[in-house]
């Protein structure tokens, strides 16, 4: 009984670790902004704002002109499939204690991994204690937890799990030139992870039935292992932005201040064996930025992971985001082939965003997208 319930608490406890065979790697690899999400994923090439240019270019940065205090930032996504999953797994021990014979609780494994074939569930839990951010300079606290599970084209009665527990201590840096024709900027993540090695993410009936030295299921050892064996890098992400404008002088220009970025994230894909490291990204984009009356726009065309081995359409992400003169900001976009949308009601010290979106669950094929529900809810002064 007592390993089964092992298997329970794997499922239901979103622990520490990163990427299994048939899990792709986020992108941003920290702390990716709900706001962004709805307008496709966009942020390398847009005007700066305080929430999300240290994550997505820091280059950004120096469009800012007032500082600002942010603190307990929390932030939840799901996936559609993913709301039943509790209730699921409380079913599933309830069906193994009323099963008679191991052989009844074989059955019972078995069939909750069948009757999951081919699914891909996800969630996370992020909290951003405290963050400051001006122009040219951010520094922030960040706790991201995240888990995937994933029962695609595995041999039953294998699935992979992906759970990531990150502290980071985040930092930033940005300067401008040429009247902001050359903006560049660096974000230093130091970062600890709690995670399951690599090679434990894989998980099987030997895992849970297979005994150590003390008579306990294995993965209970490699739970253990999740607080034993943190690991502590310094992932570092480079950009570099340009407002047109400063070197084209015609009313196109001034009106829709257009924008390039390109940002290279996690520099040399950092390592943080056993668990597994962040991959880097290369990503570039173009955007307008108009204020038309009282409305200021972004619109945006990126591609993400040009790295990657990836089909473009999974690296294509295109948004637009309309800032009323009130408290609402309406979003949508697409991200990697997939509709989004997103809102914000911003007040004076207190703002929600909310997002819907689509994630490519393919690795290095286009497959499918799992669509997911994002919000954030934020103090600022």
Known sequence: MKKFMIIILSILIPSASFAASTIPAMSPSLNRKVRNLGMGNVGVSILGTHDSSAFYNPAGLNDLEDAQWRFLTITAEIGSNAFGLIGDAIDFGKDIDDANSDDERINVLNQFIQDRSGEFQYTRLNLELINYTRKNFAVGLVFDERLDMSFRNQAYPNFDMRTIGDVTAYLAFAQGFLDGGLQVGMTF?????????????????????????????????????????????????????????????????????????????????????????????????????????????????????????????????????????????????LSQGYLTGGLTVDLRFFSIDAAIYSEEIGLHTREDGNLRYAATANFKI
């Open 189 to 333: 993540k130091p970062t600890v992870r709690f995670a399951l090695d690599e090679a434990d993410q894989q998980i099987t009936y030997s895992d849970v039935s297979t005994e150590n030295a003390d008579g306990d299921p294995i993965i209970l050892d490699q739970f253990k292992n999740i607080y034993d064996q943190r690991q502590f890098r310094i992932p570092v992400d480079i950009g570099f932005k340009s407002k047109l404008a400063a070197f084209f002088d015609s009313d196109f220009m001034e009106t829709f201040d257009p924008m390039i970025g390109l940002a290279w994230q996690d520099v040399g894909s950092m390592n943080f064996a056993p668990s597994q490291g962040n991959t880097q990204t290369l990503n570039f984009g173009v955007s307008l930025n108009p204020k038309l009356g009282r409305i200021q726009n972004s619109w945006a065309v990126e591609l993400r992971g040009l790295n990657l081995d990836r089909p473009l359409i999974s690296k294509l992400h295109i948004g637009a985001e309309l800032k009323l003169p009130w408290i609402l900001a309406v979003r949508g976009g």
